[in-house]
């Protein structure tokens, strides 16, 4: 059975929609109490995907987690994994590995030690044993590491003890809760593409639970973003971010600019909508299968706005006037917030494609200018 497509831009390997699903979440539902913790939720994640469940607190991601690991009990529902129901299966029955945030590694073991204590526990050959946890250190180059204890670690270190100590045991499924939390930022970012060539090079599917939007975009295959116990939006990183369905989604990935409308005119490869704060008409290059005087939104992304001391759009389509209100260099990039007629303040950025001291920049604070942007540029949405 092949699951992978040829990569495409943007995003990594696309699942082929013909497979058979990997991991089949069922209709299901958790409750604590009279707390519903998930929603009714089925979720199809197919082989060798790095999935992630992606949402703030109390969203639900890690309650899912748990079940599909064998911690919590669905209230209804059934787990499918590799095309057996696990839904009644206890944890250690499961063809699936944990990593938990707080790595949970025994202090008093060596780095070796901790890798090998679930292949002890299975009843593994020394040997064997032996070889699996040389060749699990040498995948996440740790070898060198093998006799100290985790206090003589540092963070990313541990990290990847934690991560080969859930692979050792060679699961069909790994699952990883905010693996990469505890790290600061700059380590963060450069753990993250080692997770991923690890994930290549074994094929293991990887479910990732993650609030951090950035890290979502990075490691994934595909997105679940959730909220109150339910699926709000699944897609690629690029659909996720170009093609939000709801505010929710649109707001909760990166920033965003939205606009309250109503449809003024709809044509198959058009769409005019009014705005009526600033008594402004935008325009669509593509068809919207929605009726005139419907309310909708209207959203566009920062760095789709281009800033200008004077007008460049004919017949202003997708242009207005406004104001700097702030600025913050950001060093690739330098963030405006654009304050427009009505008070409402835009979010736009550019990139800082070349050196260049305070002085000897162009728009400064309360500056005339212009923002603009693409008919493509736009995003509708209905909910």
Not at 290 to 312: F, Y
Request: hydrophobic fraction near 40%; charge should be neutral.
């Amino acid at each position: 059975m092949t699951e992978f497509k040829k990569p495409i831009v943007g995003d990594r390997p696309a699942f082929d929609a013909e497979a058979e699903p990997f991991i089949d979440i069922q209709g299901v539902g958790k409750k604590f109490g009279v707390f519903t913790a998930i929603d009714d939720i089925s979720l199809k994640i197919y082989k060798g995907e790095l999935f992630s469940l992606l949402g703030g607190s109390g969203c639900g991601k890690t309650t899912l987690l748990r079940i599909l690991a064998g911690f919590e009990k669905p209230s209804k529902g059934r787990v499918i994994i590799d095309g057996t129901d696990v839904t009644d299966m206890p944890p250690y029955e499961r063809p699936v590995n944990m990593m938990f945030q707080s790595y949970a590694l025994f202090p008093h073991m060596t780095v070796e030690k901790n890798v090998a204590y679930g292949l002890h526990r299975d009843g593994v050959s020394k040997v064997e044993t032996r070889e699996r946890v040389a060749d699990m250190l040498a995948l996440v180059e740790m070898s060198d590491f093998a006799k100290r204890k985790p206090n003589q670690l540092s963070g990313g270190q541990k990290q990847r003890v934690a991560l080969a100590r859930s692979l050792v045991k060679r699961p069909k499924v790994l699952l990883l809760d905010e693996p990469l939390g505890a790290l600061d930022k700059r380590l963060r970012e450069h753990t993250q593409f080692e997770l991923m060539n690890i994930q290549d090079k074994l094929g293991i599917t990887f479910v990732v639970v993650t609030h951090d939007q950035e890290e979502a975009m990075t490691l994934s295959s595909r997105i679940a973003v959730m909220d109150k116990g339910n699926v709000i939006q699944v897609g690629t990183p690029s659909d996720i971010y170009e093609s939000p369905e709801t505010k929710f989604t649109a707001e909760f990935i990166g920033s965003i600019n939205m606009f309250d409308c109503h449809v003024k005119e709809s044509g198959r490869d058009h769409l005019v909508a009014h705005c009526g704060a600033l008594a402004q008409d935008f325009y669509l290059d593509r068809g919207v299968a929605v009726k005139e005087a419907r309310q909708l939104w209207l959203a566009v992304r920062p760095e789709k706005i281009q800033i200008s001391r004077q007008s460049t759009v004919e017949n202003g389509v997708n242009e207005l006037p406004a104001f700097i209100h702030d600025i913050a260099y950001m060093g690739t990039h330098t963030i405006y917030r654009i304050r427009l007629a009505n008070g409402q303040i835009l979010q736009a950025t550019t990139p800082n494609l070349r050196r260049s001291s305070e002085g000897e920049r162009n728009l400064t604070w309360e500056d005339a200018v212009f923002v603009s942007w693409e008919p493509s540029s736009m995003v509708v949405l209905m909910k």
